[in-house]
């Protein structure tokens, strides 16, 4: 079964814009990891966030985890068109093995 | 230094055929995962190698799929009578150990006609 979602599915910004994305998982986790997909092809790890983590940040790249709600967001300050790509998100537990969302698809309009 | 490798980048065959991906995972990376994704869809978990070990396998979708990494490094995934619906990108990934940042191949799209 499907753990992570994110929200929204897909997202279109004008350059210089922020964008948030969000996920939202069911079941524990240790840590919870977010990517990025250029054309469907590899993914690139962005960040990973620690289940006794709140906030992680990184370049332009913030990342909030609120175990209580089970839900984590991605926010991207100052988008560039470089940014236009997939997002998703992975949660792991120990014995368990990644599992990934859907994704949201943002486009940063020049 | 080199990443993680998959060859052939594109495959395509007809159905009833047996097809073979190659990946050649980052070097002392002894976690290794094969992903399937669909067009839209985020990867889709397989099976997870940590050395030469299946640890995890229940993400084959059934007996069809085998996947083997006999030396803990090159891991090679076999799909026999393919079927039209086994066509996606079939991503590789490989980490220090489970549960750390994976590390992608740029995956090997397969198409069964």
């Known amino acids: 079964s499907q753990q992570g979602e994110e929200d929204p599915q897909a997202l279109s910004i004008q350059e210089g814009e922020n964008a948030t994305m969000n996920c939202s998982y069911k079941?524990?986790?240790?840590?919870l990891q977010w990517y990025r997909q250029n054309s469907g092809r590899g993914l690139v790890h962005l960040i990973l966030i620690r289940s006794n983590e709140r906030e992680k940040h990184s370049g332009r790249l913030r990342v909030t985890l609120d175990t209580s709600k089970k839900s984590s967001s991605l926010l991207i300050t100052a988008s560039r068109a470089a940014d236009t790509a997939s997002y998703f998100c992975a949660t792991y537990n120990y014995g368990q093995n990644f599992v990934f969302g859907p994704g949201t698809r943002l486009s940063v309009l020049p | 230094g080199a990443g993680v490798s998959q060859t052939p980048s594109n495959k395509v065959t007809e159905k009833g055929k047996y097809v073979e991906l190659r990946c050649d995972p980052i070097s002392g990376h002894t976690a290794l995962y094969w992903y399937r994704q669909s067009l839209g869809q985020g990867p889709e978990f397989l099976i997870y190698f940590q050395g030469t070990g299946a640890a995890d396998d229940s993400g084959l979708p059934n007996d069809r799929f085998f996947a083997v990494r006999p030396e803990g490094s090159v891991s090679t995934l076999k799909i026999q009578r393919t079927e039209r619906g086994d066509s996606a990108v079939y991503l590789c990934?490989?980490?220090?150990?489970?549960?750390?940042?994976?590390?992608f191949g740029p995956g090997t799209r397969l198409t069964v006609l």
């Open positions: 079941t524990s986790i240790n840590n």
């Open positions: 990934a490989s980490s220090l150990v489970q549960g750390n940042e994976q590390f």
